[in-house]
């Protein structure tokens, strides 16, 4: 089909409708083919490409589960309240409240106004790592000879910057990120191991607690130390669901849980939202 006029590219682009793609959103969302959740509850169903990137807005009481399809994609994340995005994913609170430096089920993600953000409510895989943030344009170009996002070894960082923009944010406002499925484990001489993935299948599912903006790279671990850029697809699904609530057994489960916990009921009260 020629393309050389504007009828031309019309045409052929009309044509793409209804086309898939291994890696790509599916709009609507009802439309994916096996939805874990009831009817007409998915709101975001997309499998994101290796060396790529996602954004969306959550309702608070979404659920978000993030799978690794092939056993070599590597989600790294950040949350920002949506409203407010000053508030946003703390790390270095999230391991130091709890601590805890190991994400898993149980763990909460919290912001540096001591509310949670979304919780881990379940997960498969394991291999996490809230210690060591995600890829940058000088490591990239140096490992691999670019990390530019338009090429073939885009850097985490560079790709959040995309995601952000979307979201009216900008370079500034991007912290320290969360990776799940490609880990690291602290040796007793303070150094780090990578510890890789589980393999393929392994998923994550966050609920969120508040409305929340959610940025995802899907790019090698930063101590990856394989020599080539691997990273495989991702599959991102969330539904709508209810967050936590005090007769939870999360709710409860640590003296710092409930009162990150109680900080965000009480938030939440006070703007007329719970």
Not at 3 to 11: H, M, N
Request: glycine share 8%; proline share 8%.
């Amino acid at each position: 089909m020629a393309t050389e006029t504007t009828y031309g590219a019309r045409d052929h682009a009309r044509a793409q409708e209804g086309a898939r793609a291994e890696a790509m959103p599916v709009v609507p969302a009802a439309d994916w083919p096996e939805p874990p959740c009831e009817a007409g509850h998915l709101v975001w169903a997309e499998t994101v490409a290796g060396g790529n990137y996602t954004h969306r807005v959550l309702a608070r009481g979404t659920e978000l589960r993030l799978t690794d399809l092939s056993g070599d994609a590597c989600a790294h994340l950040l949350l920002y309240a949506a409203d407010r995005p000053w508030e946003r994913l703390n790390v270095a609170d999230t391991v130091k409240v709890q601590w805890n430096a190991y994400l898993g089920e149980g763990v909460l993600l919290l912001s540096d106004q001591g509310r949670v953000l979304a919780s881990v409510v379940a997960d498969t895989s394991g291999r996490h790592d809230a210690l060591c943030g995600t890829s940058t344009l000088v490591r990239n170009t140096r490992r691999y000879g670019d990390g530019t996002p338009q090429s073939p070894s885009p850097a985490g960082r560079e790709l959040f910057k995309l995601a952000a923009a979307k979201n009216g944010l900008a370079p500034r406002d991007l912290p320290p990120s969360l990776s799940f499925f490609q880990g690291v484990e602290i040796r007793e001489d303070g150094a780090l191991d990578f510890t890789g993935s589980t393999g393929p299948g392994g998923s994550v599912t966050l609920r969120t607690e508040q409305d929340v903006i959610v940025l995802v790279a899907n790019v090698p671990h930063p101590a990856d130390p394989r020599p080539d850029y691997l990273s495989t697809p991702l599959e991102v699904l969330a539904w709508r669901a209810a967050a936590t609530r005090p007769a939870d057994p999360l709710w409860n489960a640590t003296p710092e849980g409930r009162r990150a916990f109680l900080n965000t009921a009480e938030f939440l009260a006070a703007r007329g939202l719970v």
